[in-house]
C-alpha cells in the first residue's frame, strides 16, 4: 500500500506541457482545531449577521467569476463555457441559500401542546465539506454555505485534482469570513478520511464514488450523531417511448453523454430505446455527437474538453476496448490544436448481444443502448442497476410519464429534460447506491443543523 503523496502537482489535461503550481497537504488537526475554536463565536452571530458577511463572500466570488472560470478549464479541463456556468450557480447559490435558512432555520412557535413551546435549529460545530473535481467550487459550495448559515463552521477540502481551484475559491471566502470559520484542507484520499472521521468534525457532505462513500458510511457508523450527507453518483438513463421528438430526444442525449466530457454525476450512461424507433434514433444520436468535436478547455468555441486525468483516460480505453456490439467505438486524441491532453471523443455500446460495461459508473462520453418493447419492460431495464441518482422520459404523453414516474427508483425525475438538468433550485440527491437522499441542492439547510425543542411552564 503506497501512502498519500504530501507535496504534489497536476498537470493541465489540455495541455500536459502546463504544470500547475505545487500543492502540500494540510495539517487536519491544526485545521479542525481552528475551526472549533471560531465555531462559538460564529454560532452566537444571529441569521442576519451571519447572511450579510456571506453577501460579503458573494460580492468578492462575482467579481472574481471570470479568473476561477479560467482556473477550472486549466487545472481540470472543464470547457470554458462550462466553467463559467459554474461560476454563476456558485454566485446565484448565495442567494438561494438565504431564501432556505429564512424558510428553515427560523424559530416556529408551537400553540397546541400542554406549555408554551418553540423549536428552535442548533449549530452542531465543525463540518467537512469533501469537494469533488468535475465541479470543484459549486457542488462543496452549495453544502458550506449552508453550514455557514446555520451557525456551523467549515472544512473545506478540494478534490487533489482541483487543489489549485479550491484554495483560490477558499482565499475569496477567507478574505471576508472571521479567522477559522472557513478552513481548507489539502489532500487526498487519507486526508479527507482523517477530516470526516474527527471526532470534533459533527458534519459530513461527502460527493464522490460508492467505493468510497460506503467505506467512509462503515467508518462513521459508530459516531451515530454525526450527521452525514453522500451524494454518490449514477449510471443515469435516458428512456425513449416511441412518441417522443426523436430531434430533440437526440440532442439532449449527446448532452448528457458529453457535458463534462462525461463526468457528471447525472451524466447519460445508459439510452433505453424503444424497438420501434430504435433504428431512426440511433441515426439521430450519431448525428447530434457530431456536435461534440475535442477542443482546447479555454478556447471559447470548445464543448468537448478532455478528461481530467490520466487514470480516467486508462479508464476510457479500457471501456472502449471491451468487446460488443459498438456503433462508434470512441477514440483517444492523442494532440488537439498543437496540445497534448487527455481528449477523447464519445463512443456507443449497443446491448442487444447483453454487452454491458459492469456497474460502476463509466464518467466519460461512453453510453449503453438498450432496448424496450414496453412501458414494464422500461421500468424493469432501469432498475436492473444499483444506483437511483436521475433519469429522463422522453414522450409526448403525460399519462405515460406518469406511470414511468411513479415506478423509476431515482431522486431527480425529468420529462423531456436532459438527465443532466438539475438547477439549483431543486433538492438535487440519489436514491440505493447513489446516495442516502439528502439534497446537496435546494434545502440542504435542513441537514445543517439539529433540531431543539424548548418548552417551559408559565
Not at 210 to 226: C, F, H, M, N, T
Not at 419 to 440: D, E, V, Y
Request: glycine share 8%.
Amino acid at each position: 500500500m503506497t501512502s498519500d503523496p504530501t507535496v504534489w502537482r497536476v498537470r493541465s489535461p489540455g495541455d500536459l506541457s502546463v504544470e500547475m503550481p505545487e500543492v502540500s497537504a494540510g495539517d487536519v488537526q491544526g485545521a479542525v482545531e481552528r475551526s472549533k475554536r471560531a465555531f462559538g463565536k460564529w454560532r452566537r452571530l444571529g441569521l442576519d449577521d451571519r447572511k450579510a458577511v456571506l453577501s460579503l463572500c458573494r460580492d468578492r466570488l462575482k467579481a472574481k467569476q471570470e479568473d476561477l472560470a479560467r482556473l477550472i478549464a486549466m487545472e481540470v479541463g472543464k470547457p470554458l463555457r462550462e466553467a463559467r456556468l459554474e461560476l454563476t450557480a456558485v454566485v446565484a447559490k448565495f442567494d438561494l441559500a438565504f431564501s432556505d435558512a429564512d424558510r428553515f432555520l427560523a424559530d416556529q412557535d408551537v400553540a397546541d401542546g400542554p406549555y408554551p413551546a418553540m423549536v428552535r435549529r442548533r449549530a452542531r460545530g465543525p463540518a467537512a465539506v469533501v469537494a469533488p473535481f468535475n465541479f470543484p467550487i459549486h457542488l462543496g459550495h452549495g453544502a458550506a454555505v449552508a453550514y455557514l448559515l446555520a451557525g456551523n463552521t467549515v472544512l473545506f477540502k478540494p478534490s487533489p485534482l482541483a487543489a489549485n481551484v479550491g484554495a483560490a475559491y477558499a482565499s475569496e471566502m477567507q478574505a471576508i469570513l472571521p479567522e477559522g470559520v472557513f478552513e481548507l484542507v489539502q489532500g487526498w484520499g487519507a486526508t479527507g478520511r482523517a477530516v470526516c472521521t474527527h471526532s470534533e468534525v459533527r458534519s459530513v457532505c461527502f460527493t464522490g464514488s460508492i467505493p468510497v462513500g460506503r467505506a467512509l458510511a462503515q467508518e462513521l457508523a459508530a459516531d451515530y450523531s454525526k450527521s452525514v450527507a453522500l451524494e454518490l453518483g449514477g449510471r443515469n438513463a435516458l428512456i425513449v417511448f416511441s412518441d417522443a421528438d426523436l430531434d430533440r430526444t437526440a440532442e439532449a442525449a449527446a448532452d448528457g453523454i458529453c457535458l463534462t466530457t462525461g463526468q457528471r454525476c447525472n451524466s447519460t450512461s445508459r439510452i433505453l430505446i424503444h424497438r420501434d424507433v430504435e433504428k431512426q434514433f440511433v441515426i439521430k444520436l450519431i448525428d447530434s455527437l457530431r456536435r461534440y468535436v475535442p477542443g482546447y478547455p479555454a478556447d471559447e468555441a470548445t464543448m468537448l474538453g478532455p478528461l481530467a486525468s490520466q487514470a480516467a483516460l486508462e479508464r476510457y480505453e479500457s471501456l472502449t476496448h471491451r468487446s460488443g456490439e459498438w456503433l462508434l467505438r470512441g477514440e483517444i486524441c492523442t494532440e488537439v490544436s498543437g496540445r497534448r491532453g487527455y481528449y477523447v471523443k464519445p463512443a456507443i455500446l449497443s446491448s442487444r448481444d447483453g454487452s454491458d460495461l459492469g456497474e460502476e459508473e463509466i464518467f466519460s462520453p461512453v453510453v449503453v443502448l438498450e432496448f424496450f418493447h414496453d412501458l414494464d419492460e422500461a421500468v424493469a431495464r432501469h432498475g436492473a442497476t444499483h444506483f437511483g441518482l436521475t433519469a429522463s422520459v422522453f414522450t409526448e404523453s403525460p399519462e405515460i410519464f406518469r406511470s414511468a414516474g411513479e415506478r423509476l427508483e431515482v431522486g431527480n425525475l425529468y420529462w423531456n429534460l436532459p438527465t443532466t438538468f438539475s438547477p439549483s433550485t431543486l433538492p438535487f440527491g440519489g436514491f440505493h447506491a447513489s446516495g442516502n437522499g439528502k439534497p446537496g441542492a435546494r434545502g440542504f439547510v435542513r441537514f445543517a443543523a439539529d433540531e431543539q425543542a424548548v418548552q417551559w411552564k408559565a
